[in-house]
Nanobody, 124 residues
Framework: QVQLVESGGGLVQAGGSLRLSCAASGRTFSNYAMGWFRQAPGKGREFVGAISWSGSTTYYAQYVKGRFRISRDNAMNMVYLQMNSLKPEDTAAYYC?????????????????WGQGTQVTVSS
């Protein structure tokens, strides 16, 4: 069982930056790929990015590529989402998720564990 808790959301102006954190419990965290997803009001949840168990491989959705970066610290059971050059359309609740496989994936249904989400609001 893995429990995930996100933090770091808030209100930021367009062009600004935020770093989201995801704290994971469980001794098997280092064996799991991790993903970040987001859900804007009235929309479905969408993939943002993912990182493999070792951190050697990352994937990003086209709409965040070059602006967002995922990293992880397996010793601390933490995953991070650095968000730069934020746009109003990035406004959403952001969720981290754990996949019980080592390889990263963009498919939401492949993630077994989810956090409660943290809200990011980008003002224009």
């Amino acid at each position: 069982q893995v429990q995930l808790v996100e933090s770091g959301g808030g209100l930021v102006q367009a062009g600004g930056s935020l770093r989201l954190s995801c704290a994971a419990s469980g001794r098997t965290f280092s064996n799991y790929a991790m993903g970040w997803f987001r859900q804007a009001p009235g929309k479905g949840r969408e993939f943002v990015g993912a990182i493999s168990w070792s951190g050697s491989t990352t994937y990003y959705a086209q709409y965040v590529k070059g602006r967002f970066r995922i990293s992880r610290d397996n010793a601390m059971n933490m995953v991070y989402l650095q968000m730069n050059s934020l746009k109003p359309e990035d406004t959403a609740a952001y969720y981290c998720a754990a996949r019980t496989q080592r390889l990263a994936s963009s498919r939401e249904y492949e993630y077994a564990y989810w956090g409660q989400g943290t809200q990011v609001t980008v003002s224009s």
